[in-house]
């Protein structure tokens, strides 16, 4: 067996810029094979309405249309009847060609089927896609996030963020947090406690965490600290990576009373003098309560100090009937996620 020649002593750090630098050029060809099939089909869908519009065209113009494009390439899906009414919808949704080329032309086909079936408004239509792009969702994601009312929820949480963080980190942070949290994949009822919410949060915390949003990471549950010689549990601790900071999150099994801001805000004070590091943020703190009066909410927290959020959450019990219906179930959230773990290592 020939001897082999030692490796340079670079070699490793070279082969890895490579294996690099490839992968990203097969995301930019793959980008770019899918801007130019979506405006492809916008393209089609445009023509469609411009020939129904000014020759009348009717359903069976269409369908003779499907077939010839079917007959003309073989090879290539995406021609039937129904694919080809999706264009003309696409085409009517986005009139402006500039959108499908910088915003939605970014997302594959799939994806914007589910823009157009499940969202009424370009607006909405429009703040989905381009969450979709900025965190990579995949299309199950993006269909649950839809079902979920999730951009309609962010931000609506009543916080002193304004009054207690500096811009534009107040902001980030306000629409970090939303109003109500959907906890129907947790599988208890109204009935349950502050313990067995808990409880089922964490074996839950995956599905926990994407309802969280985008940026929240698990520190720990029932997290010890120690305080004058006294021992404190917080409930759940989170970090936000975009934020920079601690998130204490605190269960109620009931309404909202100011006192319980107290005890919030002692918990803020020992992360920061105790666990918060130099680099990070101060504390945030979240207090989840079944129900609030936004009155006393926006009362109590007018003179705290510290910057502090409520919200309320809801069971399955407690959601409004026509929500339940259209929330998917737990085994499509499953489905979802274990599809976008999928896509990542694929």
């Not at 129907?184 to 926990?208: K, P, Q, S, W």
């Not at 079944?290 to 926006?298: I, Y």
């Not at 502090?308 to 026509?322: F, K, N, Q, T, V």
Request: glycine fraction near 8%; charged fraction near 25%; proline fraction near 4%.
């Amino acid at each position: 067996m020939p001897d082999i020649a030692p490796l340079p002593a670079d070699y490793a750090a070279w082969l890895a810029e490579l294996k690099a630098r490839i992968h990203n050029a097969q995301q930019r060809a793959a980008l770019a094979v899918n801007r130019e099939l979506v405006l492809l089909y916008w393209q089609i869908g445009r023509d469609i309405l411009d020939r129904q519009g000014r020759e009348g065209w009717g359903a069976k113009v269409i369908e003779r249309l499907a077939q010839d494009l079917r007959s003309a390439f073989p090879g290539m899906k995406g021609f039937s009847r129904a694919n080809l009414m999706y264009m003309r919808a696409f085409a009517e949704a986005w009139p402006d060609a500039e959108i499908v080329q910088q915003a939605v032309g970014q997302l594959p086909w799939g994806h914007n089927l589910v823009l157009l079936t499940k969202l009424k408004t370009s607006e909405r239509r429009l703040a989905y896609a381009q969450r979709a792009i900025e965190h990579g969702w995949s299309r199950n994601v993006l269909n649950i996030h839809i079902e979920r009312r999730l951009l309609e929820r962010e931000g609506k949480a009543i916080t002193n963020f304004d009054a207690r963080l500096p811009k534009p980190h107040s902001d980030l942070a306000h629409e970090s947090l939303k109003d109500p949290y959907l906890f129907d994949f947790l599988g208890v009822g109204d009935e349950a406690g502050e313990r067995a919410i808990e409880d089922a949060i964490v074996h839950h915390i995956t599905r926990f965490l994407l309802e969280l949003g985008a940026g929240f990471a698990f520190v720990g549950r029932q997290v010890h600290l120690e305080v004058g010689g006294d021992d404190f549990f917080i409930d759940l601790l989170f970090y936000h990576l975009k934020l920079r900071c601690y998130v204490v999150i605190e269960l109620k099994g009931g309404a909202f009373k100011p006192e319980h801001l107290g005890q919030l805000g002692f918990y803020l004070t020992a992360i920061d003098r105790d666990i918060k590091l130099e680099q990070d943020n101060p504390t945030i703190g979240l207090l989840l309560c079944r129900t609030k009066n936004k009155v006393v909410a926006e009362y109590a927290l007018g003179d705290k100090t510290q910057p502090m959020g409520i919200a309320e959450y809801r069971l399955i019990e407690s959601l409004p009937a026509d929500l339940q219906s259209s929330l998917p179930s737990i085994e499509a959230i499953e489905q979802a996620l274990a599809d976008e773990v999928g896509e990542e290592d694929a």
